[in-house]
């Protein structure tokens, strides 16, 4: 994994949003999708801004997407996002691809922008009609603001059964400018009768070109976003999309500049820090767990690794009983498709190692329960066959889980 | 898939067992492995067997596999399978592989037959030492005989957290010669510290040659045993090993003999039944789920995806709370990684149809959760991509899953 030569200037602003890059406002209200939450948003940018957007793996995708993709691929500038929650407009055939563009083109007639740089993305119920009647009223009434507040209702309205927000706000400098990135996320809380969608949406005021900015966002993505897991399941309405308003005043970003690396590391952090949020508030989570996987081949192997062992039922239920229960994690090692010598593994629970070279370490299993109590677990695996590195983030399986899906819809 | 002219033919054998081919005896004993429950066992062929075996995906494989696997190798003979429960002799080094060994020489030695013609497998705890000093005097006790209730011992010695016993017994003619299938598994009991252990046995008094019986035996594990799933996860240990006696004295078959496909259909129909019980007795499930997908581009489409549907936690989860949530049926669909057509998908909850033309059908939720109360549910999907069809079995996510999986070993 590249780390940025300045990486000690990425600072974490804790009172930061995704108005805190410069050009950015945002608004968040009830119009009445859902009975009382707020479940419309918008953000927007006073100026053209790069744009960039991952989307679902699932074939089956929300008619929202294909909007989305559309107004991207047009100029890959965006000025605007509105959101809603409660609704997902997915399975809704051509009326709801009808639906999505008219949503589009409210958003651009209510703040004034062409069509092509407005981005629309739903969550919420599957397979029913989108409540036009509500939403286009509230898109007109959406006043984006720059204060900590607006992107605090922003926040909000893009919620379902998420129980905390999301956000983050990390600064550093490039070319002597200050550049802040700011994103907010949703996820994975149940959406009815669906599942688990998440929702990322990163501002910044870099400037820099759409196809660097894209080329950063995948790669970032696949460090982070893509790192996380609840319960295995995508969503048909899955997205992540960025914004750089370029109003840092630094020279434009490109594979080429001297603090490239500084860039992605800084839009890592941000990402990471909200993959991290999303996976502690999966459904019925009592704990974070983080999985390292080290000595891998390279670096996509060792992210596939732990995020098999992050995925596995039989680890989550194990970390949620405080069970040091090593064997489900080379068990899970075994089934993950990477390049691994059987006699090499270790093993640690936190500092606690249990496994070293495949063979079991007598520890205290006191200790080992103790630690496994904690908010966040930590899991480190060394496979010793190379010098890649990678990450994954997931929580515990509990009966909370089992009684929020089973018990949902009914 | 092929199906055999004479399906009528193959006839369910209720009172059968692995003794019912001729040539076969079984024995099962408490040799204090475990503290009190059965846990050794043996299954005799009193001539040479044509053998085959399949083994776990997983990249870290428990010692008695090896030793399996060489035998098997050697000539493709086996005359006994040595089997023990309460320790999986799994992640325990050379040691391991001495004790691995250890038990074929004096299961050869007990049993007057040469060593490469003995099979071993153990399912149980791993990272231990197997318990030489009771299994050495256990083999020796071991007395093989042809009695149903002496399978019944055989079938308690190999189960672990097993609620029921798993057997299987089928019949049929080739070549106007009796031929019998029987049958006899384990799983899904979790073994601690690890998981769902799979053992497989099937015995017949078939005549065919080892490398034929090998291809049987993949093929037909490709549409049953791999198509279980209860939570993923794969064993170190996993195993299925078919004997074949030859003393039906049929002509010996071949993929040219012209009821080749019956003895393939036989044989499925074995180890369908058998992988059935299995998934119904998932841990802590109440109910068995049986995914039917069709229209697919080709048979292992359709059963990677009908696999994908029935390991989903948010359909199992559903599925025991009895929500006729078809969204979540999609959505699995969806990131199956199959080809299909987003707009042509059709499902139904036993005979309720839920969705046309990936468009919901309005249908009667209280007549589909009446149907979700059953014992058995069946999902049919169909994609209108092809003309291939495929089946998965699994079991619902529920409570029982989570208190069995997080309190075990504490």
Not at 16 to 25: C, M, R
Not at 134 to 150: A, E
Not at 220 to 244: H, K, L, Q
Request: proline letters at 3%.
């Amino acid at each position: 994994m590249d780390t940025a030569s300045s990486t000690e200037k990425i600072v974490k602003i804790d009172e930061g949003s995704i108005v805190s890059p410069k050009g950015f406002k945002a608004d968040g209200l009830h119009s009445g999708v859902k009975k009382k939450r707020r479940d419309l948003g918008v953000i927007y940018c006073d100026g053209p801004a790069s744009s960039a957007g991952v989307y679902t793996l699932n074939k089956i995708q929300a008619a929202p997407l294909y909007v989305t993709k559309e107004s991207i691929a047009e100029e890959g500038i965006l000025q605007a996002i509105i959101v809603n929650s409660g609704n997902a407009n997915s399975c809704t055939g051509e009326e709801g691809m009808r639906d999505a563009y008219k949503m589009r083109e409210e958003g651009a007639s209510a703040l004034n922008i062409p069509a092509n740089r407005v981005a629309v993305t739903s969550t919420g119920v599957i397979g029913e009609k989108l409540n036009m009647d509500k939403i286009i009223p509230g898109i007109h009434q959406l006043k984006p603001q720059g204060t900590f507040s607006s992107a605090d209702e922003f926040n909000e309205a893009i919620m379902t059964t998420d129980i905390v927000k999301k956000h983050s706000c990390y600064q550093t400098e490039i070319d002597g400018k200050l550049v802040t990135f700011g994103g907010v996320a949703k996820g994975s809380g149940m959406i009815n009768p669906n599942m688990a969608t998440m929702l990322g949406f990163v501002t910044t005021d870099a400037s820099i070109e759409p196809q660097y900015l894209q080329q950063a966002l995948s790669e970032v993505t696949d460090r982070t976003f893509n790192r996380i897991t609840v319960d295995g399941d995508t969503s048909t309405n899955d997205m992540v999309v960025v914004m750089a308003s370029g109003q840092a005043q630094n020279e434009a970003l490109h594979p080429g500049h001297s603090q490239w690396n500084t860039f992605i590391e800084a839009l890592c952090r941000t990402s990471e820090d909200l993959s991290k949020k999303i996976a502690r508030d999966g459904e019925g989570a009592t704990k974070l767990i983080e999985v390292n996987v080290r000595g891998a081949k390279n670096e996509e192997e060792a992210g596939k690794a732990a995020k098999q062992i992050a995925g596995s039922d039989l680890v989550k239920t194990a970390v949620y009983g405080t069970d040091a229960n090593w064997g489900r994690i080379i068990v899970a090692l075994g089934y993950s498709e990477i390049e691994l010598n059987p006699d090499t593994i270790d093993i640690s629970l936190g500092a606690i190692q249990t496994l070293k070279n495949s063979t079991p370490v007598v520890f205290s299993e006191e200790n080992a329960k103790r630690y496994l109590e904690q908010d966040t677990v930590q899991i480190f695996v060394d496979l010793h066959v190379g010098s890649a590195e990678g990450k994954a983030w997931g929580c515990d399986l509990t009966y909370e889980y089992v009684r929020i899906n089973a018990g949902y819809r009914t």
